[in-house]
């Protein structure tokens, strides 16, 4: 069935670089998208979010960006921090329902 | 701290009891989500409320599992004959209320059935 999904189910970059975690959703109708940061043990933190009439936007050293004619979301974070170590999962909203749609995360792990 | 709160943090349970678990959430949100969260898997919606009334349901949640949100405040789910498979992270997660909007989620109640 459809679902939201991710690229790349680890990723490990050097302390300092920038990472880019990418997430592919199937539903065309969803609206509204957001990226969770979830460390061991912890529940999902907010990150960002966009709604569907953007392509980008930007907060502290995250930016997601959205291509809606591929369906594709990414989430980019500048100067990757230890902090940052966590698994990262995108979330659509299916325009009409409020539920959330989870993917199966992203773990980064950031090399000091 | 004024973020979602969860109690238990962890539950260790015999096969065949009922628990129940509780979630406040952030005061003046609308809004209460129930998800459950297996290991390496993303958060699976099992239902939500607006203030006292519960407007949707997942077909995750079988006749076994009942919420509440009683006064449009705290809510508790609670799980009758536990079974091997309902081992998981329950997560509430809540929101103001203006859709859409970020949920805000609280760090769960780990649930070991033994």
């Known amino acids: 069935g459809e679902s939201v999904g991710l690229h790349l189910p680890t990723l490990s970059v050097q302390e300092g670089d920038n990472s880019i975690i990418n997430c592919a959703y199937s539903?065309?109708?969803?609206?509204?998208f957001i990226w969770y940061k979830q460390e061991s043990g912890k529940g999902p933190q907010f990150i960002i979010d966009?709604?569907?009439?953007?392509d980008k936007r930007q907060g502290k050293r995250v930016t997601v960006l959205l291509n809606k004619t591929v369906k594709h979301l990414s989430l980019q974070i500048a100067a990757t921090q230890p902090g940052d170590s966590a698994v990262y999962f995108c979330?659509?909203?299916?325009?009409?329902?409020?539920?959330?749609?989870f993917g199966k995360g992203t773990r980064l792990s950031v090399i000091a | 701290d004024t973020g979602v709160s969860q109690n238990p943090r962890h539950k260790i349970t015999k096969r065949g009891q009922n628990v129940t678990f509780r979630c406040d959430p952030i005061?003046?949100?609308?809004?209460l989500y129930w998800y459950r969260q297996t290991l390496g898997q993303g958060p699976e919606f099992l239902t939500y409320?607006?203030?006292?009334?519960?407007?949707?349901k997942s077909r995750l949640l079988s006749d076994r599992f009942s919420a509440e949100r009683p006064k449009g405040s705290f809510s508790t789910l609670e799980i009758q004959r536990t079974e091997q498979g309902d081992s998981a992270m329950y997560l509430c997660?809540?929101?103001?209320?203006?859709?859409?909007?970020?949920?805000?989620f609280g760090d769960g109640t780990r649930l070991s059935i033994l």
């Open positions: 539903n065309s109708a969803s609206d509204y």
């Open positions: 997660a809540s929101s103001p209320g203006a859709s859409p909007e970020p949920q805000h």
């Open positions: 005061s003046e949100h609308n809004r």
């Open positions: 966009i709604r569907s009439n953007m």
């Open positions: 409320f607006q203030n006292e009334a519960q407007l949707e």
């Open positions: 979330a659509e909203r299916r325009s009409g329902n409020t539920p959330l749609v």
